[in-house]
């Protein structure tokens, strides 16, 4: 054979590997007919059910992804999701040279400075953690794990609507659908697994970049997941995620999403906020009534006037709720949920106060001489509520949400508000204090005191100044305007406390 004719084959053979594809080779069994397909899903999904310890996880190959979100159109379609809503994403991260010298503040060994620009798309979805922040905060059990596969699955017919899992997930997994007025995320297709069928993103990907694996089960003396910890920057001690990602190449030690440094005001949630003011500076109003309540002569209108606001807070926390007439599930998280200790304690405090409260305008024999005892037991309770809300907060693990933060200015609205009627220049000077608490998250590079000192700085100023007006007012004894600012300003600081909030998310793309 001729050197030229060697050297064509050479080179049409190297064209035929080149062209050997995952596209081309499903092709290719697509034309043999529906028996071929069959051969084609197994190496994507594992030939058998998990067994003792094993669970179910994605396994995707950076090498591999090219960006091109064939996985969230398979997932959209095959699930028959919303227009905007998505259960999986595709995002970007960066590491190396290029990547830290954007980043500001960060230390780097000079190993890293002199690593090799590094970027890759990457594909994210429910993660199916071992201990799935989702299910522990949900307050009426609308999550499952399986104890066979491993799958978290959301129960739609549960839920409410509260969005608490939204903010549990340190991964942003969970998406909430305005028409329907629940939660939903990925299920990972357990239907189509159970039938030995690929999942919609798995069967989509045009590389097989994605692929369900069996995983072991973590041990306590194992250690975390380091490839989403890596990715996320999350701890993942926190769920112990179980997706793993992996590459043949070494991936940069300053690993971080793309998106990292975009600022994103997070929702308002103007329903909550007018919940926790409103009982906060209610409970207040009928702790002055009811502890001073024979020496200050307007014990009475401060009791109803705290009632009423006690009323309306509650009644606002119901607009929050996508699917209010299942609010009555709210007690089954009782165990693990903070947002369902609240909402039981706030609701059995109100009938307490409202019988308390009635009895100094009423006679009711029936409560008699035990008016006191029920009032105070209300207000112990409505303050354990309070002690709740903060909890709901903190336990997400966010730092703007941290204990210090969240339960000061929780417990400052309340002293604030007991106090301005009974010591106006003593509730100032804890004003003042709880201002300068707020003031502490304004400082420095983190994201809330970025979002509070770009986007979010005219609310700031709006808090600040409104706060100190209402300061000066208090101690020149103007104390029923004082009283209006108080509640006009305390509506920022908690409109600015959910919008300042660091939010954790898997890695996206910057916003241009």
Known sequence: MSEPVRTLIDELLESQRRLDTPVARFAAMHKSGPSALQSFSPSLIPLSAPGPGEHYAFEVDLDSCTGCKACVAGCHSLNGLDEEETWRDVGLILGGTTSVSSVPNVAASTSEWSAPAYQQTITTACHHCEDPACLNGC??????????TGIVVHLDDQCIGCSYCVLKCPYEVPKYNDRLGIVRKCDMCHGRLSAGEAPACVQACPTEAIAIVKVSTFRSDEAPNPSVAAISGTDSAYTRPTTRYISKNPLPVNLHAADRDTLRPQHAHYALVLLLVFTQIGLGLLVASSVVGRELARAPALALTGL?????????????LGQPFRAWRIFLGLRRSWLSREAVLLGTAFPLLVAA?????????????????????????????????????????RHFWRLSQTLGRMAGTVLIAALTFINAPLAALVLVAKLALEL??????????????????RLWVARVVLGGLTILLFVTQHTELGF??????????????????????????PSS
């Open 139 to 148: 307050p009426v059990l609308a999550y499952e794990k399986d104890p066979i």
């Open 308 to 320: 009423a606001l006690f009323t309306i807070g509650l009644i606002a926390s119901v607009a929050h």
């Open 357 to 397: 409260s009635a009895s100094e305008w009423i006679p009711l024999p029936i409560i008699g001489h035990w008016s006191l005892v029920i009032g105070h037991s209300g207000l112990v309770i409505a303050s354990l509520g309070v002690f709740c809300s903060a909890m709901i907060y903190t336990d997400t693990r």
């Open 440 to 457: 502490t998250t304004y400082r420095g590079v983190s994201v809330s005191a970025r979002l509070q000192q770009g986007p979010l700085h």
């Open 484 to 509: 209006f600012f108080l509640i006009t300003s305390e509506l920022l600081e908690r409109i600015l406390f959910f919008r300042a909030v660091d939010s954790p998310k898997m890695p996206g793309v």
